[in-house]
């Protein structure tokens, strides 16, 4: 596609409900990341993959937390037994493989009630 | 720990004036720095990167100006537009580091540009 597809756009799931995340990266792109954006917050780093490889998932906040990337494209980020304080917007991002600057979804906005 | 500080939290600036935001960061290994854009609703967009070896880089009415010694950056937006409103965040990473270049931001400005 044309750039980072993310769904849903908002989730809102109650206390104790599990919750997944879909990326759809931009076609070709090896490198995908995870971050969370809290209101008023700048983005944190949550997870890196490298084709399905994840690499470093040393952002994850919980063992509630996990992501996957089977096949080295779509990638999913699932949160276990959601609590209040998981509410914010989560981004994912693919660039190509190396340096340099990566492109961004929109996010899903998921409330937790 | 924050590593990278950004300041101010937000700004008021005419159209046709200048926009002035200040990052600073403590990681000495960081050596790419770019500057993201962000409307509501939208995720962050690349505006604008420099790396260390240079001590400003210009793009349109955008700059970054760099000191090394000081652990600053800064992103100048000359000319500002009220298209220009929206949420800027500076980050930081080291390019090559072996599990991909991960970004630290900062907290972010807000900016509104009035007509």
């Known amino acids: 596609g044309a750039g980072v597809s993310q769904s849903p756009r908002y989730k809102v799931a109650k206390r104790g409900q599990d919750v997944a995340l879909r990326c759809d990266p931009i076609?070709?792109?090896?490198?995908l990341f995870w971050y969370q954006q809290a209101l008023g917050q700048g983005p944190e780093f949550l997870t890196y993959f490298q084709n399905e490889a994840q690499l470093d998932k040393s952002g994850l906040p919980s063992d509630r937390f996990f992501a996957e990337r089977p096949e080295g494209s779509v990638s999913t980020l699932k949160i276990q037994r959601t609590q209040q304080e998981d509410s914010a917007v989560y981004l994912c991002a693919s660039s190509p493989r190396g340096a340099g600057g990566y492109t961004f979804g929109s996010g899903t906005r998921l409330t937790v009630v | 720990q924050q590593q990278v500080k950004q300041s101010p939290q937000s700004l008021i600036v005419q159209k046709g004036g200048i926009s002035i935001i200040n990052c600073a960061y403590e990681?000495?290994?960081?050596?790419?720095f770019p500057w993201y854009q962000q409307f509501p609703g939208k995720g962050p967009a690349l505006l604008i990167a420099?790396?260390?070896?240079?001590s400003e880089k210009k793009e349109g009415r955008f700059t970054i100006s760099f000191n090394k010694s000081a652990k600053q950056f800064s992103l100048h937006i000359m000319d500002s537009q009220p298209g220009d409103s929206a949420t800027y965040f500076c980050a930081a990473s080291k390019v090559y580091e072996a599990a991909g270049n991960k970004l630290t931001f900062g907290g972010g400005t807000r900016v509104l540009v009035k007509p």
């Open positions: 420099i790396r260390p070896d240079v």
């Open positions: 990681n000495t290994a960081f050596d790419y």
């Open positions: 076609s070709g792109h090896v490198s």
